[in-house]
T-cell receptor
Framework: EDQVTQSPEALRLQEGESSSLNCSYT??????LFWYRQDPGKGPEFLFT???AGEEKEKERLKATLTKKESFLHITAPKPEDSATYLC???????????FGAGTTVTVRA | KAGVTQTPRYLIKTRGQQVTLSCSPI?????VSWYQQTPGQGLQFLFE???????NKGNFPGRFSGRQFSNSRSEMNVSTLELGDSALYLC??????????????FGQGTRLTVV
């Protein structure tokens, strides 16, 4: 069974204080690793898809990277509006289902 | 391009009742998946429909069912509601192509409260 573990569970940052979130996974036949952002009471918002080890993608202050066992989401010089729960999910084998980690809740203080 | 639309946004039901939730995917997307999100279990996969056929099913009891119509709109039904069914139910839409671009886009969810 696919396993996705995110750490830390919670992260409190000062505005401008860069940090990284970790997503480690155990799957057979990774088809894609996905990062989402979720605000309270809302559905997850798609951020990135990574397909192979070594791949990197960037969007504004966020950068996602992928190795064979884990992915990192780097937040550079965060702002209060970056406060959210960040979810990692994998898609593997012939399944189109997403297996999610528990998420990392990021709080950025001004 | 309109996003994924879920209705209703909020529902309050009594134990033992049944409920039907609706999802309209992004135009052109033929795959619709349903997920349950709770504070204790996180996001868990319920089932996926593609071209009106259920392709995958998660580990949920038979009280949870769904269907997809020819226009790709989907409904999920929960019968004999239990208190533990209280959750945010999320629908995700995907183009489900053979190659990359299999991203799933989520709706805002339906918040179901069972009392």
């Amino acid at each position: 069974e696919d396993q996705v573990t995110q750490s830390p569970e919670a992260l409190r940052l000062q505005e401008g204080e860069s940090s990284s979130l970790n997503c480690s996974y155990t799957v057979s036949g990774l088809r894609g690793l996905f990062w989402y952002r979720q605000d309270p009471g809302k559905g997850p918002e798609f951020l990135f898809t990574l397909y192979s080890a070594g791949e990197e993608k960037e969007k504004e202050r966020l950068k996602a990277t992928l190795t064979k066992k884990e992915s990192f989401l780097h937040i550079t010089a965060p702002k209060p509006e970056d406060s959210a729960t960040y979810l990692c999910a994998v898609q593997a084998g012939n399944d189109y289902k997403l297996s999610f980690g528990a998420g990392t809740t990021v709080t950025v203080r001004a | 391009k309109a996003g994924v639309t879920q209705t209703p946004r909020y529902l309050i039901k009594t134990r033992g009742q049944q409920v039907t939730l609706s999802c309209s995917p992004i135009s052109g997307h033929r795959s619709v998946s349903w997920y349950q999100q709770t504070p204790g279990q996180g996001l868990q996969f319920l089932f996926e429909y593609f071209s009106e056929t259920q392709r995958n099913k998660g580990n949920f009891p038979g009280r949870f069912s769904g269907r997809q119509f020819s226009n790709s709109r989907s409904e999920m039904n929960v019968s004999t509601l239990e208190l533990g069914d209280s959750a945010l139910y999320l629908c995700a839409s995907s183009a489900r192509t053979q190659g990359p671009n299999t991203e799933a886009f989520f709706g805002q969810g339906t918040r179901l409260t069972v009392v």
